[in-house]
């Protein structure tokens, strides 16, 4: 067997590493992201979405029927492309050195199915401000004080302890729209890593101090309230963030909106460098985006004050 013949026999190798990899279960942390999104197909390069001004709710009918309508402002969710790119070199197939290229390969897979968690990890760090992932249907950033003339604020400065906790809870259930109660049901705990010592102290701890004397112990009304669940990749500057989010089972409403296109990965081979550079190409590639959902689900603070 040449070395052309050689490279292509370890060029379909790695193709087949890589389609057995994306179709693999996804990582822990993925589908933990994926708690947090409304997974939507999108075709069209660019799509409007908008939500209702109030909700439909039923009534009785008397007279004609009272629709409802979308709200009037509402935001783009853009497609944007994505690939990953490892090169296979001839030397490394002439030298039998192709025995460690096997876990990058596979690597390279799992940062593709990882994607959607760093993208949220991203969103959530710009979940304040709305600069680089815009603003939710409402004209405000997923988590902003200043919605709260229409539905209730879902931000906060505080710093994570049991009496803010219970000031979260509070405002998340009061979230309204159009007048109307949205049951917020507040039952995941999001965090920065650096809190985790702080999560477990109010969460894992079934007895706490009654906060007069140190000798006695009150049950924690906290104990095992809400599931943990901690950003891992949430950079430095967000080390004090924290909030709650309402992830009940059969809720298809979330705060996050992850679009796709249909049909569009990819995994792609490239020999047009195998004359001239000695290498074959590999990618994988596809069409996805991130945006804010619905804001009501999720209560975030930035642990200033």
């Known amino acids: 067997m040449n070395n052309r013949d050689q490279?292509?026999?370890?060029s379909r190798a790695w193709q087949l590493i890589l389609l057995k990899t994306i179709q693999s279960d996804p990582p822990a942390p993925?589908?933990?992201?994926?708690?947090?999104?409304?997974?939507?197909?999108?075709?069209?390069?660019?799509?409007?979405?908008?939500?209702?001004?109030?909700?439909?709710?039923?009534?009785?009918?008397?007279?004609?029927?009272?629709?409802?309508t979308l709200a009037a402002k509402g935001f783009d969710t853009i497609l944007k492309p994505y690939e990953g790119t490892l090169d296979l070199l001839e030397d490394d197939v002439i030298f039998d050195r192709l025995g460690g290229t096997e876990l990058a390969v596979r690597q390279m897979g799992v940062e593709f199915l990882l994607h959607p968690w760093r993208e949220m990890i991203s969103m959530m760090e710009d979940a304040r401000a709305g600069?680089?992932?815009?603003?939710?249907?409402?004209?405000?950033?997923?988590?902003?004080?200043s919605r709260s003339a229409t539905t209730g604020s879902n931000s906060g400065t505080a710093g994570l302890t049991a009496a803010a906790l219970a000031d979260a809870e509070k405002a998340m259930?009061?979230?309204?729209?159009?007048g109307d109660p949205l049951f917020v049901q507040p039952t995941h705990l999001w965090y920065h890593p650096d809190l985790q010592a702080t999560v477990e102290a109010i969460l894992d701890?079934?007895?706490?101090?009654?906060?007069?004397?140190?000798?006695v112990g009150v049950t924690n009304t906290n104990y095992q309230k809400y599931v943990k669940l901690p950003l891992q990749g949430l950079g430095?500057?967000?080390?004090?963030?924290?909030?709650?989010?309402?992830?009940?089972?059969?809720?298809?409403?979330?705060?996050?909106?992850?679009c796709e296109k249909r049909g569009s990965r990819r995994i792609r081979t490239d020999e047009s460098e195998l004359f001239d550079n000695r290498k074959i190409r590999h990618g994988i590639d596809y069409w996805s985006t991130i945006a804010p959902g619905l804001p009501w689900f999720i209560w975030g603070s930035d642990g200033t004050t």
């Open 131 to 145: 600069s680089v992932y815009g603003n939710a249907y409402d004209g405000y950033p997923l988590i902003s004080a």
């Open 173 to 178: 259930r009061n979230q309204t729209l159009g």
């Open 236 to 258: 430095s500057s967000y080390a004090a963030y924290w909030g709650l989010v309402d992830l009940t089972p059969g809720n298809v409403m979330k705060p996050l909106l992850w």
């Open 205 to 215: 701890r079934n007895v706490v101090s009654d906060g007069l004397t140190s000798s």
């Open 30 to 68: 993925v589908m933990m992201a994926k708690q947090l999104m409304m997974e939507v197909d999108q075709q069209d390069f660019k799509v409007t979405r908008n939500w209702f001004e109030a909700l439909p709710t039923m009534r009785k009918w008397l007279g004609s029927r009272k629709s409802t």
């Open 7 to 10: 490279m292509r026999a370890a």
